[in-house]
C-alpha cells in the first residue's frame, strides 16, 4: 500500500478527494442530522414503554422498553442502529445478549440514503419505495430467524437522557468515523477503477464497487441500463451494506457481541435477492432479466441454511449482566 502511494500519488489524491466530495454532498447532509436525533430519541425512550411502538416491538420481539432501538434501526440508516445498540449496552440499558440479537436485524440504510442517492436511478418512485419494502422485510425476516424468550429482557436500568453538548460531541465523532472509513474505501476503489474494473461489465463493476463501499455502489447503479438488473443489484448491495459499512459498524460497535451480524446480513442479503428477482419481473416486465434455475435455488438454499443455523443457535444466558463502561 504505501509503495502504490508513493509510484502512483495522483490516483491516491484522485480517489481522496472524491472521498471527501461525497462525504460532504452526500453522506454529512443525509446522515448527521440522523445521528443527532437518534442519540437523543434513543436516550430519552430507551427503558420507557411507549404504546404506539409496542406492535412494532413485538413484531421484532424484543423486550419492552427497546423499541427506539428498533426504530431508529430501521429508520436511521447506516451504521447508526448499530451505534446506537453499542451505546445503550455501554450505558447498561440493554443487556450483551439483547445487543447481540438486535445487531443481526437493527442496522439497515434508511429512507434518506434511499430516496436520495438510489431514487434518482429510477424513472418510478414507486421502485425505491419497493426497495425499502423488501430491504425492511428482509431485516424482520432477520430478526423472526433468531430466537428469542426472557433472556432477552434488559436489564432494568434507567440512563439519563444526554444533554445537547454530549448529543453533538457523539454525532461528530460517529460521522469523522464513517467519513474516514468512506474516503480509504474510495482509495481503493480510485486504484482498482486504474487496473482492474475497467476491464470487467457494467454490472460486475457495480456490484464490486458495492462490495467495498455502498454509497459508491448505489452511484453506479447508473452505469446499468437494464432496469431489472439495477433494481437487483441495488437491492443486493442495500442488505449487505459493504465492506466499508461493515468497518464502521464494527469500529463504533467495541464490546458488542457481533456474532450474529454476519449471519443476519447474509440471510436479508438472500431474502432480499429472491424477492427483488421476483418483483422486477413485475414491476420491468419489458426489461427483466431471467436468471437460471440453478442461482435462485441457490439462494433459496443460503436463506434456508441461514434460518437454520439461526434458530438452533445455542440459547443465550438467561443471566447475561449488562456490560457498563
Same mark, same amino acid.
Given at each position: ?9 495522483? /490516483? @491516491? ?10 462525504? !460532504? ?10 445521528? *443527532?436525533?437518534? +442519540? ?8 420507557? +414503554? ?34 446506537? &445498540? ?5 450505558? $447498561?440499558?440493554?443487556? #450483551? ?10 442496522? +439497515? @440504510? $434508511? ?5 436520495? &442517492? *438510489? ?14 419494502? !423488501? ?9 423472526? @430467524? ?34 474516514? %472509513? ?11 477503477? /486504474? %487496473?482492474?474494473? %475497467? ?26 441500463? +437494464?432496469? $431489472?438488473?439495477?433494481?437487483? !443489484? ?13 468497518? #464502521? ?32 419481473? !413485475? ?12 442461482? *435462485?435455488?441457490? @439462494? ?26
Amino acid at each position: 500500500g504505501m509503495l502504490l502511494l508513493i509510484l502512483d500519488t495522483q /490516483t @491516491a489524491a484522485e480517489g481522496a478527494r472524491e472521498g471527501l466530495q461525497l462525504c !460532504i454532498r452526500t453522506l454529512i447532509p443525509s446522515l448527521f442530522p440522523f445521528f *443527532i436525533l437518534s +442519540n437523543l430519541l434513543t436516550s430519552s425512550m430507551l427503558e420507557n +414503554n411507549f404504546a404506539f411502538l409496542r406492535p412494532f416491538g413485538k413484531l421484532c420481539r424484543v423486550s419492552p422498553g427497546d423499541e427506539a432501538l428498533v426504530a431508529v434501526g430501521f429508520l436511521g440508516g447506516y451504521p447508526v442502529g448499530a451505534q446506537n &445498540i453499542a451505546l445503550s449496552l455501554r450505558n $447498561g440499558t440493554i443487556s #450483551q445478549d439483547a445487543a447481540k440479537r438486535m445487531m443481526a436485524f437493527c442496522n +439497515n @440504510a $434508511g429512507p434518506a440514503f434511499l430516496f436520495g &442517492i *438510489i431514487g434518482p436511478m429510477f424513472s418510478s418512485k414507486s421502485a425505491v419505495w419497493l426497495l425499502w419494502i !423488501i430491504h425492511i422485510a428482509g431485516a424482520l425476516a432477520a430478526s423472526f @430467524a433468531i430466537p428469542s424468550g426472557s433472556s432477552f429482557q434488559s436489564p432494568a436500568k434507567r440512563c439519563r437522557p444526554m444533554d445537547m453538548s454530549r448529543l453533538m460531541e457523539q454525532a461528530v465523532k460517529t460521522m469523522a468515523n464513517v467519513c474516514g %472509513w468512506v474516503i480509504i474505501f474510495r482509495i481503493v476503489l480510485q486504484f482498482l477503477d /486504474t %487496473w482492474v474494473l %475497467w476491464r470487467i461489465s457494467a454490472p460486475g463493476r457495480v456490484l464490486m464497487s458495492g462490495f467495498f463501499e455502498l454509497s459508491n455502489g448505489c452511484v453506479r447503479l447508473s452505469e446499468i441500463t +437494464n432496469d $431489472g438488473l439495477r433494481f437487483l !443489484i441495488g437491492s443486493g448491495i442495500l442488505a449487505f451494506g459493504g465492506l466499508c459499512v461493515t468497518m #464502521q459498524t464494527f469500529s463504533l460497535c467495541r464490546g458488542c457481541d457481533m456474532s450474529c451480524y454476519f449471519p443476519g446480513k447474509i440471510l436479508q442479503g438472500a431474502f432480499s435477492f429472491l424477492a427483488s428477482y421476483c418483483m422486477q419481473l !413485475i414491476v420491468f416486465p419489458g426489461s427483466c432479466i431471467r436468471l437460471p434455475m440453478g442461482v *435462485i435455488l441457490f @439462494a433459496a438454499v443460503v436463506l434456508l441454511s441461514m434460518v437454520f443455523c439461526l434458530r438452533k443457535t445455542k440459547n443465550f444466558s438467561s443471566n447475561s449482566a449488562p456490560v457498563v463502561v
